[in-house]
């Protein structure tokens, strides 16, 4: 077992109109806030699923803070821009001496923000910061109110900034980022359309694989991976099919809460994310969606790396995950393993070819060798070469 | 799902020789420090596994903190007294102004400094903060370093204290009372004797079944608890067949952390924790190990519960933590289940009937009406009066 430092000192805040708590809690953090947010769901979301007459989040966000100084940001972008979002959001604190970020969406927004309550406490470039060219010694606290349930963003501290002139994405980490407040209400994800649910689900489902294939795991965090994964597949399931299943939405809410965090690795060995490696690249060059992006790659490269190694951790996968009898051979559970893993995206909606989100192989070796260099990935579970990168996305066409 | 608000704000300082740590950590938080620590244990621990030469770990403690100024608080007992021990860490505090504990030991050390730091900051008597007379507006930092894997105090805000003139054993919770910093070295525990160690097995595996058997769970939670059920016999047999098994003592270790912070039951409802209703007074009676008090309840409560509402609840938990075969009938797995619970205590060693630990029945209805009228058991999953709290005791015997 590895030595780690652990720590998530976010608060979540979970249920049905816990929104009301809003005022309580950022009247601890000052009265000038920079309020985020993406593409407008923030003006559609009923505030409070009983009480129509709270009118949108975004309405009542501001009734519940009126005696706070707002300013805002908004149009943040899925796979969110450096620029103009974060630049702008660092001017805004800035100019306004912000005292409290307020994210209000999914982890896009609240990725941005984090960035921007890093840039907001440092002289420079921020991405000085995100490109982890020097560490921030302070950033503004985050109050976040989550209407997408995917990243966990609102329980790691961690957030993923694109900058579109260089086909950059990155994942940007600092112990100073844990949201200080995360409010989950599940009612706020009962609009969220079939694709992006079945994105999140997928999001979630990856960053689960992505600690449980890993050297050396534990038999705990073994379990509770397996049991993230059953659930978010059942629950998953449940709310495609009834997108106001309170039970379903919350309990896939609460699962994705814990996917970047580390609860589910304490003690593992590092995996190094290689899907999420790969899948970087395809959203910087292509803006595609994230989840999906994660879905057409985590099967390919499943049936990329499997080998004598790697072949027990999934026949584990196959047994527990999917249920898949014993009694067939180790290899025939590892390959129906993959398989189900590929028919469970593909069952709920997701376009499992790289080709129906608009990548073909153009630009494959571009991709290929800037993953190489920019990720890491000889060092993954599974070492994985540009020429390995190669195939895996020729595989996903 | 139930709503829910959680914080753990506890840092973990997991793996061997972490204790190298021990200034950096503490001067974030003062220089006078409250040692706290118990029977000795600390003064015969090595305090680098691998190096000698650093002596025990109290010695090595004093070493590594010799800038600071030390005030000692030693002898805390199993199953911690308010009097002598909490009265006189709260004196200590006060007298030497004190600005952080230390705790050194396992989980009565650690929830005696707990009540200590929260008496510290306050004016009165200390027994107004633990029978939740009054709360407690501030309390002294707290940094531990566990020497036994069992309760949990480290990752968690409660703590439980005797009051021996009263036969009082309360559970104190306080979101002021998280350890800061928990230091986790799983070397400090290959000294344990079997007998803690089964112990401590059974208190951890205790801690979660009594959030795993309640009216509403998720599918994520569940899972949860049979991988911690799981691993914990798994790795409490490693860890007794090979006291220095690093591996087993490790993932232990870890488990326990788990084990009542509530990360493993976040939306479930309620269950009253009536295992430890009913051993406090056991406890508090007799002064027995907890973790064998546990074990001795566990399987006649679960007899005792056992019905057909309850029925697909043990059903699952036969199959899924101890692997019995979806072909028996499910009063059959239910049985076997609470069979194999009983069995797996027996064969750590734990001695399963009350008159082996000291208790015969002179006392029994005394408790049973103790534990009826101070534990609010009529409230807890499978509601128990003061006849099924005598008869789950006298099957006990």
Chains 1, 2 share one sequence.
Request: charged fraction near 20%; charge should be negative.
């Amino acid at each position: 077992m590895q030595s780690f430092d652990y720590q998530t000192p976010t608060r979540l805040i979970f249920g049905k109109g816990v929104i009301e708590k809003l005022p309580k809690v950022m009247s601890a953090f000052g009265k000038k806030i920079l309020l985020t947010y993406g593409g407008g769901s923030i003006k559609k979301v009923p505030a409070l699923s009983d009480n129509p007459s709270a009118g949108s989040l975004y309405d009542y966000v501001h009734a519940l803070l009126k005696d706070f100084e707002i300013v805002e940001l908004s149009g943040i972008q899925p796979n969110p821009k450096y620029n103009p979002s974060v630049l702008d959001g660092v001017r805004l604190c800035k100019e306004h001496k912000v005292d409290v970020i307020l994210s209000v969406g999914g982890g896009s927004v609240l990725d941005c923000s984090k960035a921007i309550a890093a840039g907001a406490c440092y002289d420079g470039d921020p991405w000085d910061l995100i490109s982890y060219k020097t560490k921030a010694n302070a950033a503004l606290p985050i109050v976040d109110i989550i209407t997408l349930a995917a990243t966990g963003s609102e329980y790691d501290s961690g957030g993923v900034i694109s900058r579109t002139e260089t086909n950059d994405k990155i994942g940007y980490m600092d112990r100073l980022l844990y949201p200080a407040v995360s409010f989950l209400d599940p009612t706020y994800t009962f609009s969220v359309s079939k694709k992006q649910t079945a994105a999140g689900i997928a999001d979630a489902m990856n960053h689960t694989i992505e600690q449980y294939f890993a050297e050396d795991t534990t038999l705990l965090n073994d379990g509770f991976c397996e049991s993230m994964l059953r659930s978010l597949m059942e629950n998953g399931r449940k709310c495609l099919a009834n997108p106001n299943d309170y039970q379903a939405r919350a309990e896939m809410m609460l699962c994705c809460t814990y996917g970047c965090n580390g609860i589910l690795s304490l003690g593992n060995s590092e995996s190094g994310w290689p899907c999420h490696g790969i899948e970087h690249a395809l959203s910087a060059y292509y803006d595609i969606t994230h989840g999906e992006g994660l879905a057409i790659i985590t099967p390919r490269w499943m049936k990329h790396i499997l080998n004598e190694h790697t072949l027990p951790r999934f026949v584990k996968y196959g047994i527990n995950v999917f249920g898949i009898g014993q009694e067939l051979s180790e290899w025939d559970i590892a390959f129906k393993a993959i398989e189900k893993t590929y028919c469970f995206f593909e069952s709920i909606g997701i376009p499992m070819h790289l080709r129906e989100v608009g990548i073909d192989e153009s630009r494959l070796d571009e991709m290929a060798h800037h993953i190489a260099v920019n990720e890491g990935l000889d060092q993954a579970y599974s070492p994985l070469t540009q020429q390995d990168i190669k195939d895996i996305l020729v595989d996903s066409l």
